[in-house]
């Protein structure tokens, strides 16, 4: 049974940071593409970052850009988001997810697998 597991959301200032943590298990991450989504309250869920599954390939949707990256540790079936300069625009609920067959799509109706989400708040 494939499970993703996000940690490390939390309350943090504006301009401050926070390194999501996606813990994969059922599945070998280092195969697959990895994205991460976020929702805010009565909001539609948006792309934020994904890698390839050879991690050479890595994208951002340009609100996060310069500010987020995404990273992965293969051997420990992690994948991680670092996010700098936090806004308060940035408060959501925070999804990492499993592209099987691509390279990691901005679409996530391409992704297979989902967590259960991690709440981030930043405080103006």
């Known amino acids: 049974q494939v499970q993703l597991v996000e940690s490390g959301g939390g309350l943090v200032q504006a301009g401050g940071s926070l390194r999501l943590s996606c813990a994969a298990s059922?599945?070998?991450?280092?195969?697959?593409?990895v994205g991460w989504f976020r929702q805010a309250p009565g909001k539609e869920r948006e792309f934020v970052s994904a890698s390839s599954w050879s991690d050479t390939v890595t994208t951002y949707a340009d609100s996060v850009k310069g500010r987020f990256t995404i990273s992965r540790d293969n051997a420990k079936g992690t994948v991680f988001l670092q996010m700098n300069s936090l806004k308060p625009e940035d408060t959501a609920v925070y999804y990492c997810?499993?592209?099987?067959w691509g390279a990691g799509s901005s679409h996530g109706k391409d992704y297979d697998y989902w967590g259960q989400g991690t709440q981030v708040t930043v405080s103006s």
């Open positions: 997810a499993v592209d099987r």
């Open positions: 059922g599945l070998t991450i280092s195969r697959y593409a």
